[in-house]
Nanobody, 121 residues
Framework: QVQLVESGGGLVQAGGSLRLSCAAS????????MGWYRQAPGKQRELVAR???????VYADSVKGRFTVSRDNAKNTVYLQMDSLKPEDTAVYYC???????????????WGQGTQVTVSS
């Protein structure tokens, strides 16, 4: 069974750093986009950052210059390094990936279970 398993969330003071990891496991033929979304209480889920298989990246304006997304293709893992954290970064962070797992070899979207990030002021 294919799944995305996240780790690295927690509580940190404003100005601090956290690193999230997400590993894709199971019978995976290839991975296209990988990335992170977040959802704060009462708000819609939003894109934080994503990275293509070739390394191209996209960031939300609110995190540019503070967050860095990267991936290790050999480990099927995506990371999110979060620096200079702000209270408004508090949310549940979800790993997202488009995986090819079987015929007809079309990328399918998968989500992790979510990890809580809380930034105190």
């Amino acid at each position: 069974q294919v799944q995305l398993v996240e780790s690295g969330g927690g509580l940190v003071q404003a100005g601090g750093s956290l690193r999230l990891s997400c590993a894709a496991s199971g019978r995976i033929l290839s991975i296209n986009l990988m990335g992170w979304y977040r959802q704060a209480p009462g708000k819609q889920r939003e894109l934080v950052a994503r990275i293509g298989s070739g390394g191209s990246t996209v960031y939300a304006d609110s995190v540019k210059g503070r967050f860095t997304v990267s991936r290790d293709n050999a480990k099927n893992t995506v990371y999110l390094q979060m620096d200079s954290l702000k209270p408004e970064d508090t949310a549940v962070y979800y790993c997202n990936a488009w995986l090819v797992v079987s015929y007809p070899f079309v990328p399918t979207e998968y989500w992790g279970q979510g990890t809580q990030v809380t930034v105190s002021s």
